[in-house]
């Protein structure tokens, strides 16, 4: 079974994903693709009762998957030294950056440059707290702001659409830096943070809400922006989504947080505290 899924995974490199995940977002946006909606539910065991809307209600699967929640679903720890989970997810991998050397599964890492792509940012989360957090098709698929942010900026690196899945995972090293991905930039009460927004297979776009922007374009190339104004945002507050699942990895300076989970594989909503401010800050 293992050699199965290994296979299937590096398989991945040889399909069109880019262009697959693109047919198939604009799919999903057609009033065509209502009809799959309750079946997507019910073979990813969506919990339906905790959407914004009845299923009839939503005109298109993507609508569905990019779902809001109904108020007070997800609990938000209110504390001010709470680092809060900016999605539903799970803990993919998490620790301290050896240098500038992330875990992306046993045994196999990536580095910060690779994953960034600027030099100045890459040393500035060397030695940092990292979270990686993969969101399935079963999650809810909207991102939030881990704590008040001050946003100064973000870039966008275009990629690969490569699965994220744990077998993916696995079985393609530094697959997170091949992959199209958006990062944003901020400053935080635990100082400077980076979230980077790491796209996937049948991931039709990655959408961001305080900024007009949508990734999976055909010819768009590398971006950097830089805001004359910072965009500031509250702890909880929604910042994009994905529209099918995907990951988010989490970059802290050094020593500016502690991370408050048990274990890697272990479920977190929402809204749950995954970190505390570090009292040195």
């Known amino acids: 079974m293992e050699a199965i899924l290994r296979l299937f995974a590096q398989s991945q490199r040889i399909i069109p994903t880019n262009l697959i995940s693109r047919v198939w977002g604009r799919f999903a946006r057609t009033s065509a693709s209502r009809h799959l909606i309750r079946p997507f539910a019910r073979a990813f065991d969506i919990a339906v009762s905790e959407a914004e809307m009845?299923?009839?209600?939503y005109p298109t699967l993507n609508a569905f998957f990019t779902r809001r929640l109904k108020p007070g679903a997800r609990p938000v720890d209110d504390q001010q030294t709470a680092v809060i989970s900016p999605v539903d997810g799970r803990v993919s991998a998490a620790g301290i950056c050896e240098q500038d050397r992330l875990l992306q599964v046993k045994g196999s890492y990536y580095d910060l440059f690779?994953?960034?792509?600027?030099?100045?940012?890459?040393?500035?989360?060397?030695?940092?707290?990292?979270?990686?957090?993969?969101l399935s098709p079963q999650d809810y698929h909207r991102i939030h702001a881990p704590m008040d942010l001050s946003i100064k900026g973000l870039s966008y690196m275009p990629g690969t659409l490569l699965p994220v899945n744990p077998?993916?995972?696995?079985?393609?090293?530094?697959?997170?830096?091949?992959?199209?991905?958006?990062?944003?930039?901020?400053?935080?009460?635990?100082?400077?943070?980076?979230?980077?927004?790491?796209?996937?297979?049948?991931?039709g776009s990655i959408s961001l809400t305080f900024r007009e922007f949508r990734t999976n374009r055909f010819g768009?190339?590398?971006?950097?922006?830089?805001?004359?104004?910072?965009?500031?945002?509250?702890?909880?507050?929604?910042?994009?989504?994905?529209?099918?699942?995907?990951t988010v990895i989490l970059l802290f300076v050094q020593d500016k947080v502690q991370l408050k989970f048990a274990q890697k594989g272990m479920p977190v909503r929402l809204g749950q505290r995954i970190a505390t401010i570090s009292d040195t800050v």
Do not use: H
């Open 54 to 57: 009845n299923l009839e209600d």
């Open 114 to 134: 690779g994953l960034l792509r600027e030099g100045s940012r890459a040393r500035q989360f060397e030695n940092g707290t990292y979270v990686t957090l993969y």
């Open 167 to 203: 077998p993916s995972v696995r079985w393609n090293p530094g697959l997170y830096t091949q992959n199209e991905r958006v990062t944003i930039y901020a400053d935080s009460p635990a100082g400077d943070i980076a979230m980077v927004l790491v796209g996937a297979n049948c991931v």
């Open 220 to 246: 768009r190339g590398p971006m950097r922006l830089n805001f004359d104004q910072p965009v500031n945002v509250s702890k909880a507050e929604e910042l994009g989504a994905f529209e099918m699942g995907s």
